[in-house]
């Protein structure tokens, strides 16, 4: 397997890569009432994957603001150090690198960083993640910050950002048909099969759906069948843990045997996507490390 296969996009990459949903999320996200005439570059990191990862969407809009957003199903509590890593690489792609070095001050695009959660576990309608909250040594006031907002987007959240943007609506729509189906028995391919045609007739993501009909199917298919696989890891893990620490007795024991379940969890579900996903991809959703999955190959 070639390691610097490209980064494959997630459905909501994929339909956000679009100037005018960006500008309508960035309207919902920030209240305000930016036109078709205000200018949006989008400048996802992909091409050359950074310290082996890829963002999921980072534009600028009215060359004012830089808008950096992460969409995850399960929460991620490191998110302000990847997304620092991030608008740090983004700032380097933006400026030229000598001018930091002249004594006239540089302006540059004011940041905004989102993580937008549709996972299946509950999680607060909003949430604010703060860098310096994994700090060793705390600040007061931290000398270095980076925040981020994260957002519920589930549908039956009802969130108001979701209902001022139609695109994320119908996206948020589209997800819970899709869970829809699968909490009435549907095999996976089945239930993203009936969902693609449900939200089509519904006149929802019609265009994007009937566009990418079979990217759409790959793409989701492989989706939700990592994220159900994960999820089953991390409680088996959760399980065989504590079962293992019971019966030794000690609470050494339980948090070994737990994260040895974790760690067989993990491995199992890299090799069972080796031949679907690239090595980068597969580090980012079980937390293996490149070096970890490439001895698996």
Known sequence: MNTNKKYKDSIFTRYFSDEQKLRLLYNALENTNYGEETKVNIITLEDVLFMNQKNDICFTIDNKFIILIEHQSTINN????????????????????????????????????????????????????????????????????????????????????????QYLKEYSYFISVVRAYLKKGYELNDAIVNAV??????????????????EVLNMLFTEFDMDTA?????????????????????????????????????????????????????SKKTGLSIEEIKKLM
């Open 78 to 165: 490191n998110m302000p150090l990847r997304c620092l890593l991030y608008i740090a690489r983004e700032y380097e792609k933006l400026i030229d690198k000598n001018i930091v070095y002249r004594s006239t001050l540089q302006k540059i695009p004011t940041p905004h960083c989102y993580v937008l959660y549709n996972g299946v576990r509950n999680y607060p309608k909003e949430k604010i993640l703060k860098l310096s909250d994994a700090f060793l040594v705390q600040q007061n006031p931290p000398e270095l910050e980076l925040t981020i907002k994260v957002i519920n987007i589930n549908y039956k959240e009802n969130h108001s950002i979701v209902q001022q943007c």
């Open 230 to 282: 994960i999820e089953t890891w991390k409680d088996e893990g959760r399980k065989e843990g504590i079962a293992k620490g019971r019966k030794e007795g000690i609470a050494k024991g339980k948090e070994e045997g737990r994260k040895e379940g974790l760690l067989k969890g993990k491995i199992e579900i890299a090799k069972n996507l080796l031949d679907v996903l690239d090595i980068e991809t597969i």
């Open 197 to 214: 045609k449900t939200c089509v007739n519904e006149n929802v993501m019609k265009e994007f759906l009937e566009k990418n009909a079979s």
